[in-house]
């Protein structure tokens, strides 16, 4: 993927009005910018709808930006804004989830076996990858599961591990505490395991 | 604190890879990998899922969307 030139520059080129670099920007940040705006609106018309007007505000504002945040996290924050105020209007409130929701049943032993919570059987062992990155389909499966995860989870999980954020950043710019990010971060990454594992069992039963 | 089961280290993962575990949990845990397969296995999954994501590359938004940005853009280039 192209890599993005400095902040410098690209403050500069967004100041003087560089279609290019705007694409460039584009191209780059939108994805992680829907997925975190549809974290507080309920469909993904209104996900859009507030990037529209986040890049609008980010543009008119883009003379005033002083650089004390990076330029991501400035844009992030006016999309967080613009998104929390659409999602107010929202009349549905988005499910949080249950924290069991995603543990496969069965995967621990119970009461009455030899050894309480402790594994069944072990998780079965994958093929070894370079430096740990999944490739292949096991890596489209973990593409295809982060698209499919509850918006909040998503949202994290992309600032976490998309954007290298750190915990205490992602609390800002979201707003939540350390534990609900925690929280959230946990079950988006288990739940992405749980999928590579399923792919590596030869679950084919969700194919079509 | 007593070992936690597989069960609960499997919880732990986040706060232990975010190093904001209590020095006795943490002992716990490592103790727990330590010594069961399984929970190590785990945790090296959990780990190899985290470093692919990392490796992702940014996915442009689809060409429609992309054009309404354009237009966006040019709008407020000529204001």
């Known amino acids: ?208 | 604190m007593t070992e936690p089961a597989c069960r609960e280290l499997v919880e732990l993962i986040t706060a232990y890879l975010d190093d904001v575990l209590e020095v006795a949990t943490r002992r716990g845990f490592e103790e727990h990998l330590a010594a069961c397969g399984g929970c190590e296995r785990y945790l090296e999954q959990f780990r190899s899922v985290i470093a692919t994501v990392e490796d992702l590359p940014p996915a442009p938004p689809s060409s429609e969307l992309q054009a309404q940005l354009m237009a966006v853009f040019r709008d407020w280039r000529s204001s």
């Open chain 1, 1 to 208: 993927m192209d890599a993005l030139p400095e902040e410098a520059v690209i403050v500069a080129g967004l100041r003087a009005g560089d279609e290019l670099m705007f694409t460039a920007l584009v191209r780059a940040w939108s994805r992680n910018m829907l997925w975190l705006a549809r974290s507080y609106v309920s469909t993904d018309g209104s996900a859009e709808e507030v990037l529209q007007d986040t890049w609008l505000a980010v543009l008119r504002g883009i003379g005033g930006f002083a650089g004390r945040a990076t330029l991501k996290t400035w844009v992030y924050r006016i999309l967080v804004n613009i998104a929390k105020r659409r999602g107010a209007g929202d009349s549905r409130m988005l499910p949080s989830g249950s924290m069991l929701d995603d543990e496969p049943p069965g995967r621990f032993q119970g009461e009455s076996d030899p050894f309480p919570g402790h594994w069944k059987e072990f998780p079965q062992a994958w093929p070894s990858s370079e430096g740990g990155v999944l490739a292949g389909e096991a890596r489209g499966r973990i593409v295809a599961a982060l698209a499919e995860l509850p918006p909040r989870q998503r949202a994290v999980i992309a600032l976490r591990d998309l954007d290298g954020y750190t915990a205490d950043e992602v609390c800002a710019i979201l707003r939540i505490s350390p534990g609900n990010q925690r929280v959230l971060l946990h079950r988006a990454r288990a739940a992405l395991r749980e999928r590579v594992a399923e792919y590596f069992r030869g679950d084919t039963e969700e194919e079509p």
